[in-house]
Every structure is written in structure tokens, then in C-alpha cells.
């Protein structure tokens, strides 16, 4: 049975931090491009982060690059998202994805991901 479970998002400031974490199980989680999106009340989920399967291959969305980190523990089979600088318009339910692309492709479309956690709440606010 896939799992794709997130964790760690809070209430916080602007100006602040936070890790949140990503497990998976049921699929060979080695083999998988990993990915981050988040969606925001009122608007269309949007591709935040991704990380290829060896983790030699990173992109990120315009809005979160310098800010953001992805990573990815292929032993612990983990994906995490260190947000660094957040604001108001990082707010969302942020959600971790995986893509099986057979050439290993790092893709941000939401639509290439196969399997998808139920997102956590990030809340950015004084």
C-alpha cells in the first residue's frame, strides 16, 4: 500500500523557519523524482520544489529559490523542505509528490505525479 505522509507545518512568523518532513512506503521510493507543491486558498496547487532520484537534480519555483531547500534521504526513505525567510504568500497546504518518469526527468507539472500525500498546513502570519 502507498503511503505518502507529510509532517511539520505550523503556525509561524514572517521572517521564520520550518522543515517539514515527507515519509513514503510501498513503492521503490529510490526510483522516484520527489516533489513539493503547495496550493493556497483560492488558487491552483503550484510546483514549489523537486529533487531527482539520486538527488543530483534540483529545481525550484522562482517565488522560493534562495529561500527554500529540498533534500532527500533515500536510506530513510524521506524528502524534506527546509523554508527559510517565510511570508504571507507562503501560506498553504503544502504537498509532497512522487513521479515515476521511466528517463528520470524532474518535472514541476502536478499532473506527472503518481502518488500524493494529504498535504500539511503552513501558515505564515503574526
Known amino acids: 500500500q502507498v503511503q505518502v505522509v507529510e509532517s511539520g507545518g505550523e503556525l509561524v512568523q514572517p521572517g521564520g523557519s520550518l522543515r517539514l518532513s515527507c515519509a513514503a512506503s510501498?513503492?521503490?521510493?529510490?526510483?522516484?523524482?520527489m516533489g513539493w507543491f503547495r496550493q493556497a486558498p483560492g488558487k491552483e496547487r503550484e510546483f514549489v520544489a523537486a529533487i531527482s532520484k539520486s538527488g543530483g537534480r534540483i529545481y525550484y519555483a522562482d517565488s522560493v529559490k534562495g529561500r527554500f531547500t529540498i533534500s532527500r534521504d533515500n536510506a530513510k526513505i524521506m524528502v524534506y523542505l527546509q523554508m527559510n525567510s517565510l511570508n504571507a504568500e507562503d501560506t498553504a497546504v503544502y504537498y509532497c509528490a512522487a513521479d515515476l518518469d521511466p528517463f528520470g526527468a524532474v518535472r514541476t507539472q502536478a499532473k506527472e505525479y503518481d502518488y500524493w500525500g494529504q498535504g500539511t498546513q503552513v501558515t505564515v502570519s503574526s
Open positions: 510501498g513503492f521503490i521510493f529510490s526510483a522516484y523524482t
